[in-house]
């Protein structure tokens, strides 16, 4: 098809997934939001199919990528992307190059415990994805009112003035706030990245983020790092595994 359209044939294929993943062997390990995918031979699939190289990288790691080559983190050699979509993840952008850690699992910031109490995730109460995600934001939410309602509503609610919703984003927007202290002492990026729910909502994280940042972090960390939303909006998705097609190309 694609020769029949003189369409230019791709040079790779980027695979973009939620984890647990194995980047190396190519296979998705059974990630929670995908039942039945268990260890999934997903690249060798789409090379056979394309004939084709194919990669597998996780969802933040693709994200930061694609900040990285085409939205808020281009220029820069250190960034973070933080997903704080469903759950929480980090994407390490470190000294110029995407940083997996030794076993691949660099990033796993989500469960962080950030608090004695809260809602439990990660087999414990209080970690950070408890706080500040999409699946947080809805469990904080129905322990205060004993209701049920997605992120996005409990966000428009807190925009409209609900006390209640305003109360849980407020819980949200602080933990954010202590964890992005946490990796900007520890990794000292230039920019931090977050996409989802606060790309959507950066006016109500904002300013309590930005005054926990400035209580907890040291000055010469948080002097040179700015915290911004993800530039490629509701492309970064595409764009994400157009990213890892692209590095993996270039290498």
């Known amino acids: 098809l694609l020769d029949s359209q003189h369409v230019f044939r791709p040079l790779a294929i980027g695979i973009s997934c939620g984890g647990p993943l194995d980047s190396d062997k190519g296979l998705i390990q059974s990630p929670p939001n995908l039942p039945g995918w268990d260890n999934i031979p997903i690249v060798e699939y789409f090379s056979k199919r394309f004939s084709i190289p194919a990669y597998l990288e996780n969802d933040a790691n693709a994200c930061a990528l694609a900040e990285w080559y085409w939205g808020n983190g281009k220029g820069f050699d250190s960034i973070v992307f933080l997903t704080f979509g469903t759950g929480l993840g980090a994407g390490l952008i470190l000294d110029g190059k995407l940083y997996r850690g030794a076993s691949g699992l660099s990033g796993e910031v989500g469960h962080w415990r950030m608090a004695s109490e809260g809602p439990y995730c990660y087999h414990k109460h209080g970690s950070w994805e408890s706080f500040s995600s999409g699946s947080g934001i809805s469990a904080l939410y129905y322990q205060k009112t004993q209701k049920h309602a997605s992120a996005n509503h409990v966000c428009d609610l807190a925009q409209a003035g609900d ?67 993800s530039l490629l909006g509701e492309q970064l998705g595409d764009m994400a595994a157009l990213g890892i097609a692209r590095m993996n190309s270039s290498t």
């Open 163 to 229: 006390s209640e919703a305003l109360s849980v984003i407020e819980q949200s927007a602080r933990m954010l706030g202590l964890g992005l202290s946490l990796l900007i002492d520890l990794l000292n990026p230039q920019r931090i990245i977050i996409g989802s729910i606060f790309s959507r909502s950066e006016s109500l994280y904002r300013p309590l983020m930005t005054k926990v940042l400035e209580s907890e972090c040291l000055e010469g960390t948080l002097g040179i790092c700015k915290v911004v939303p």
